[in-house]
């Protein structure tokens, strides 16, 4: 019961959900991973699409909806990060380099920051440029090179810090 598209779509998907449950069991101390769900919540509408975690924790699968703020942020990263992982093994020689993280990271506990952090670090020493948008005290002390922008009645100022 699922069109020829939704099938097509289903199979990327899964690659793209097999590549961020690497990363997110990484980030998640081998607690998560994303997988779709087997069937359909309502029969009224087109299924296949749908993401659901695994938690080995408590070993059933639930909807990412379930996910706590700093969790779902974490899946986020993951998605994000697997998705650019299978663009570049579609595209073979098309490398995406930079990635840009904004926010988000104040909703995770300080063990969760800190394996979200070593998770970008690593794709740094990769040798990805990994630019992150933050007004969290812990991570931007972690951060050696950053750009400070402070703003004042009068405008903003930048400034690198090393």
């Known amino acids: 019961g699922v069109t020829f598209q939704r099938f097509?779509?289903?199979a990327l998907l899964d690659d793209v959900l097999l590549a961020a449950s690497r990363r997110l069991?990484?980030?998640s101390n081998r607690r998560y991973t994303l997988q779709r769900r087997a069937e359909r919540s309502d029969r009224r509408t087109a299924g296949g699409l749908?993401?659901?975690v695994s938690d080995s924790y408590t070993g059933t699968s639930r909807p990412v909806?379930?996910?706590s703020g700093g969790e779902s942020f974490l899946a986020s990263l993951s998605l994000a990060l697997g998705l650019s992982d299978v663009v570049q093994a579609y595209a073979g020689g098309i490398h995406l380099n930079t990635i840009f993280v904004d926010e988000g990271f104040g909703s995770l506990d300080p063990e969760a920051l800190d394996l979200a952090f070593r998770a970008l670090v690593d794709l740094q020493?990769?040798?990805r440029l990994v630019g992150i948008i933050s007004h969290v005290p812990d991570l931007r002390d972690r951060i050696d090179t950053r750009l400070e922008v402070t703003a004042n009645r009068y405008g903003s100022k930048a400034d690198f810090v090393v």
């Open 25 to 27: 069991q990484i980030m």
């Open 125 to 127: 020493r990769d040798g």
């Open 65 to 67: 909806s379930t996910l």
């Open 8 to 10: 097509v779509l289903a």
């Open 50 to 52: 749908d993401l659901e």
